[in-house]
């Protein structure tokens, strides 16, 4: 069964640091989306892509974030200059269409 | 406001049925989920429900739908020891870019 990859499972950074998280979502997919949880909290909105452009954010989503499909299959999340309150897992999610969207494994980010 | 509430906490002993209850928000959302979320692990999506109906049955899970109070509910059937997780509820904000917006989720614990 397919099925939305991350890419890596951790990562552990200094602040102020550039890190990329790393999505490949299903392949016939056509809306992406980066979702954060920080540690015991809900599920949290930050940003969705389609036809290669962000068709809404969240006001989490400043200027320290981007996304980028860089080719047909993955689905990146930058964030520039890393703080200490960034670190949570990141879930990235796609779907087809309206009904089901299909969350990753997550990448787990820590920022020393 | 936008916030979909559950309780937060649950337990129930082996073999019982939990139901979990969420209100959520926007009577215009089209389709409403469940997601499971088992420790250090990502969501995996139980159910969903289109809000034109009033119930769905999946084996052991149940949702029902109750759109005059915005009330949403998952009813699991003989609870097993591997049931224990948190589960979400979330839905898709009319007018939005179908992103999910989720509930605090409730944290089911199985008693033996």
């Known amino acids: 069964e397919p099925e939305v990859t991350q890419t890596p499972s951790h990562q552990v950074t200094q602040m102020g640091q550039e890190v990329i998280l790393r999505c490949v979502p299903i392949?016939?997919?056509?809306?992406f989306y980066w979702y954060r949880q920080i540690l015991g909290q809900k599920v949290e909105f930050l940003v969705s892509?389609?036809?290669?452009?962000?068709?809404?954010k969240s006001e989490i989503f400043d200027d320290q974030f981007s996304v980028e499909r860089p080719d047909g299959s993955n689905f990146t999340l930058k964030i520039r200059s890393t703080k200490l309150e960034d670190s949570a897992m990141y879930f990235c999610a796609s779907t087809l269409g309206i009904d089901t969207q299909y969350f990753g494994p997550g990448t787990r980010l820590t920022v020393l | 406001g936008e916030d979909v509430e559950q309780s937060l906490f649950l337990s129930v002993r082996e073999g019982d049925s939990s139901v979990i209850n969420c209100t959520y928000t926007?009577?215009?959302?089209?389709?409403l989920y469940w997601y499971k979320q088992e420790p250090g692990a990502g969501l995996q999506l139980l159910t969903y429900i289109f809000s034109n109906m009033d119930m769905k049955q999946d084996q052991r899970l149940t949702v029902l739908l109750n759109k005059k109070d915005k009330h949403l509910s998952l009813r699991i059937a003989d609870t097993q020891t591997g049931d224990s997780a948190i589960y979400f509820c979330?839905?898709?904000?009319?007018?939005?870019?179908?992103?999910?917006?989720f509930g605090s989720g409730t944290q089911l614990t199985v008693l033996p």
């Open positions: 979330a839905e898709i904000l009319s007018g939005s870019a179908r992103q999910l917006t």
């Open positions: 926007d009577s215009s959302s089209t389709y």
């Open positions: 892509f389609y036809n290669n452009e962000i068709s809404e």
């Open positions: 392949s016939n997919h056509l809306y």
